[in-house]
């Protein structure tokens, strides 16, 4: 090698001499062009002589090796230019990946000026393959030829057969029902699902997320669901479900008129939506919209849905309002959708974490916060002048200059999480964001993600009619168990995170995963 770059050397400076000496001697154009080309074409062979047996050499010396050609090529002076596309020179048992031709651009003749970013680009190009095109598998190619629904029963009998696991390098296993159910399902879902999201509707109210306050969820969950390209198909042949990418909180804003409590323009609205899709397209008739699904976050989520019978009874409907006693929100089919408040969509986590340790938590239970609902007053009545309990209406502006509402969060044991008009709340997410163990108080609730996540693992969920026993209850857990709790809500974490690109197992793909998994248990066989 290191004679192959004294000898480039020395025709260069051949190259130099050559014109320099016609400079000084006022050749004429035609003989200095002439020259210059037979000095060009001479070196240019000597080049692809020396590339070649380079190659060959290399190949020889490493039988059933594998060698890309961009190595010898930055090496023998790429840097430089080229002025001739390499060709291969392929030896047996060895695989060359060969680089095109560098591509060269002047302003005028005679003068060779190198693109270097768009030769980067091509290196780039093919250094790494296209990020979504992954190797597929001989299971992945077969899921492939199967429909729609042939591949959902193949998936749901493979999960049932999981291999069984006892740990995991990215997954807690106390955290969960059945890791290894979890594992084997997240896989198929990975492989396998496949989801089709209607264009039409105009904004606001469809595809335009809201990415800040109290229901972010069903905007951050929109905006990453419409960006994806592993689990959204074009082809709505090919999909599994079928989405409906409306926002209740931009229905709110866009349709409710204040303080009138009438939510039939917004059912109606929904309702008229749903038969043009049902008019449009064949897909809701096929199914009555069994295999559609959209996603709420506030309150309302449930009850706008009450003026299309096929919209309530049928769809799979993610909301936060996950409550079973009024009738809409059915337990199995629906998913439950974690509430979580962000305050710069930016910076999703910019306020989350930093938790003290067990020993700088002072404060036994911790609640600040409106009096609404039938919970909360109970809660006030019984211990607010607790001393091991900190118990308020609202944080006072005296307590708060002290101590502020996630300094309280961080600096308590347990973190009081009662429902307030409906069940749900995002102090269940912001006490596990603060690694604080999380006290649920809402009868009738199914708490979120529940399908694979063992809630009693890292929460303490508490009857409404034993508010008056919460001292004693909480007393009652051993230190041992505390720190098991605490230790839990700690790894549970990484589940509840919104990232603005979406990682494995956080908060999108684990409410992607719920809403998979429920499909799953009620599809049917159509060969049984």
Known sequence: MEMIILLRRAAFFLMKELFLCCARHRTICRKLIFGGAITTVAGAFLHMWFLAWHVTVSSDNSLNGSMQLSETLNEAGIDKFQIFPASSVISLNSSIEVIPSVRIKGKRAGVVNIDRRKIDNELKSIASPPPHRIPTSPLDRYIRTLSPIEALVFAKKEIEHAPIITEHPELYAPLFQNVSVFKRSYELMEMTFKIYIYRDGKRPVFHYPQLKGIYASEGWFMQLMEANKQFVTKDPERAHLFYLPYSVRRLEMALYKPNSHNLRPLSNFLRDYVNMIAAKYPFWNRTHGSDHFFVACHDWGPYTTTAHQELKENTIKVLCNADISEGIFKAGKDVSLPETTIRTPRRPHRYIGGGNRVSQRPILA??????????????????????????????????????????????????????????????????????????????????????????????????????????????????????????????????????????????????????????LKRIQDPHS
């Not at 002048?385 to 308590?412: F, N, T």
């Open 366 to 519: 911790f609640f600040a916060g409106y009096m609404h609902g039938r919970v909360r007053p109970i809660l006030l009545k019984y211990w607010k002048k607790d001393e091991d309990m900190k118990i308020y209406r609202r944080l006072p502006v005296h307590v708060s200059q002290k101590m502020s509402y996630v300094q309280h969060m961080k600096s308590s044991k347990y973190c009081i999480c009662p429902m307030g008009y409906e069940v749900n709340s995002p102090r269940i997410v912001e006490a596990i964001y603060y690694e604080c163990v999380p006290v649920i108080i809402a009868d009738n609730f199914v708490l979120p993600l529940s399908e694979v996540l063992d809630w009693s693992a890292f929460s303490v969920v508490i009857a409404e009619k034993d508010v008056p026993k919460l001292k004693e209850i909480l007393l009652a857990i051993p230190l041992r168990k505390y720190t098991k709790l605490q230790l839990n809500v700690k790894m549970v974490q990484k589940h509840f995170l919104w990232h603005p690109i979406p990682i494995k197992y956080d908060l999108f793909h684990m409410i992607l995963h719920s809403i998979w998994f429920n499909r």
